[in-house]
């Protein structure tokens, strides 16, 4: 099997079985005869490998979206139930998919699995496509025999987790997409209309309100200096992902910023605990014991606050401390889930009350989406009428007082 590390180079090859029958696929190595050597080992006598080219502008077909994992999970997880044999399950959902990169995927994850690897295994390949949870909990399933309930499981997880991303992503992209539109608006009057208005300005002969030289002023500055403000602006963005990427105490002070801000911190507490519930639940209910369970919920925590109090959950719990107290020490968590936690802990049923703790708080998460808005449309339409209408007043109001001289 082909580890992750030698998979620099895509080959596409043509071959012989075992059987005899002609086969092809791909398969990642470092050189032509790394490929070739790959392939005897799992009893195919190849006849042709060859490089597969690069695409020079990154190939056709749309990238790959968390989306499309969770779509291809649950199609697989579905044909798992219905008896499907697993190779013949990859054939019947790649035939399905109109991404081309994902139906390549599909190709090479299928080409491994049928060459004798396991789904984990294969899986692990792509890590750009599987995390570490996905494929321990995949792993888990092969272990104990229950690979299609496990697949319906992550299926489930992967369904969730998604539809938690797209409310929030609901809740930024509304407000953000409106503020973009009105300063593209506004920067479009002040460098042409603004500028017509002037022109008429100077035949009065007399003095400006203050405001309407005010405005003229900015109009001159962005004629003289737009190419300037474009680049800042696209530097400034490009700075802050940089700086979120590469600076941990950065990224921890935009995380703690975002859970105190009103309404939004509401939002993004709700999804972390929403998260952290559903990602403990679908682990534990796998098996996995429960300080790897952590670990992998601190991986998916989504905010680095929390996943810092994870950690120390994880630790707490290695030295013999139960969920309920380890949690409840850190002070971040609400105490519906604590008393939850202390049920299931009691009652030896911890899956089923994280899942219902993840259910009410994902709900919460859509309620409070809708309510946000409601409220930022009245925001938006203010500061609509301030960026517009305050540019329009200052270009009317020398005309205004021109009318009460005559």
Request: glycine letters at 8%; proline letters at 3%; aromatic letters at 8%.
């Amino acid at each position: 099997m082909a580890t992750s590390a030698a998979r620099g180079n895509i080959f596409t090859w043509s071959g012989t079985d075992k059987t005899g029958r002609s086969t092809k696929g791909e398969i990642h190595a470092s050189t032509t005869s790394m490929a070739k050597a790959q392939l005897r080992r799992q009893g195919i006598k190849p006849k042709s490998v060859r490089k597969k080219a690069t695409p020079l502008f990154g190939g056709g077909g749309k990238a790959i979206k968390p989306a499309d994992i969770s779509i291809f999970t649950r199609q697989l997880a579905t044909m798992m139930k219905a008896g499907v044999p697993l190779v013949q399950s990859f054939d019947i959902v790649g035939e399905g998919l109109d991404n081309k990169k994902m139906r390549d995927l599909v190709e090479s994850i299928k080409n491994d699995v049928a060459s004798g690897n396991g789904l984990a295994d294969s899986l692990a390949k792509h890590p750009r496509q599987f995390d570490e949870l996905y494929c321990s909990l995949v792993a888990s399933g092969e272990t104990s025999g229950t690979l299609e309930v496990m697949l319906d499981r992550v299926a489930t997880y992967k369904e969730k987790t998604e539809q938690l991303k797209a409310k929030i992503k609901k809740a930024m992209t509304y407000p953000i997409a409106v503020v973009i539109v009105a300063l593209i608006v506004t920067g479009i009057l002040l460098v042409k209309v603004v500028p017509q208005f002037a022109e008429t300005f100077r035949s009065f002969g007399s003095d400006l309100p203050g405001f309407t030289l005010f405005v003229l002023d900015i109009s001159n500055f962005t004629q003289d200096w737009w190419y300037i403000i474009v680049i800042a602006i696209i530097a400034a963005v490009f700075l802050f992902k940089e700086a979120k990427l590469r600076s941990v105490k950065f990224a921890e002070f935009l995380d703690k910023l975002m859970l105190r801000m009103p309404v939004i911190g509401d939002i993004v507490f709700n999804s972390v605990i929403a998260r952290f519930s559903r990602t403990l639940a679908t682990t534990f209910a796998a098996g996995v014991p429960l300080v790897e369970a952590l670990e992998s919920t601190a991986g998916a925590a989504g905010n680095s606050v929390y996943a810092k109090a994870i950690r120390q959950i994880r630790d707490d719990v290695t030295t013999g401390t139960t969920l309920y107290s380890s949690i409840k020490s850190t002070g971040l968590f609400p105490n519906m889930l604590l008393q939850m936690v202390s049920i299931g802990e009691e009652s030896g049923a911890l899956d089923e009350m994280l899942d219902k703790v993840a259910n009410h708080y994902e709900e919460a998460v859509d309620n409070a989406v809708d309510s946000l808005s409601s409220l930022m449309e009245p925001i938006i339409m203010s500061v609509l009428g301030v960026l517009v209408g305050g540019l329009m007043i200052a270009m009317y109001l020398p005309i205004f007082m021109l009318g009460s001289v005559i």
